[in-house]
């Protein structure tokens, strides 16, 4: 039972009594027996039902408290189906649990030890690298040549002649160890423990 005497008449359950008489006159022209005769006469009779129905207020409330509830009654079967088909899915899954899946040790050892591999004999074959280019830029390691007047201490290249190699970076306040003499960056970084040649 879907509302059928509302399709009937082609308007909704919430139609106001003026739009069902409107439907139902629209609808009587058309299927009037004194207009055609056969299937129009059946249909006249089922828009009549319709109308003797929903035209009357206590009818149409007691047509209405029918319908909703047969909907009740679809959404409790509707509602014990779903209930069904959840405990069935949880019986399902109850025996298919697996076990956790497992970290894949072996696989991570063995691309670790590659790697390792890979980057000793890579380092082993290839050959040393170039020397940085003069950048003016003080590390340690970096080849200096000393300016005595400033106390200023500048990058040269280490196959030249140059006075020392940094051995420490340090800030203004803090002073070289004994053997190393300190010597202002030119780039104003700090001063820079020469270990003189």
Sequence with gaps: MQGVHYQ???VVPTATP??????????????????????TSIQMLEINEAWRVLSDPVLRYKY??????????????????RRERLQNFAVDAERRRYSP???PWRFVVAVI???TILILVLGAFSKPGEPA????????????AINEFQQEAYEVSCAEAHAGVVQQIIPFD???SYPLVAYRDRQGMGQACVALS
């Design 113 to 115: 030890v590659l790697g």
């Design 8 to 10: 009937r008449l082609g």
């Design 174 to 176: 803090a002073v070289c």
């Design 101 to 103: 899946a497992k970290f």
């Design 18 to 39: 003026e739009e069902i008489r409107t439907a139902y006159r629209n609808l009587a022209r058309v299927h009037h027996p004194d207009k055609h005769e056969g299937k």
């Design 64 to 81: 209405d408290a029918d319908l909703r509830a047969h909907r009740n009654e679809v959404d409790e079967s509707e509602v014990q189906q």
């Design 133 to 144: 280019p003069i950048d003016n830029v003080l590390r340690v390691g970096s080849c200096v």
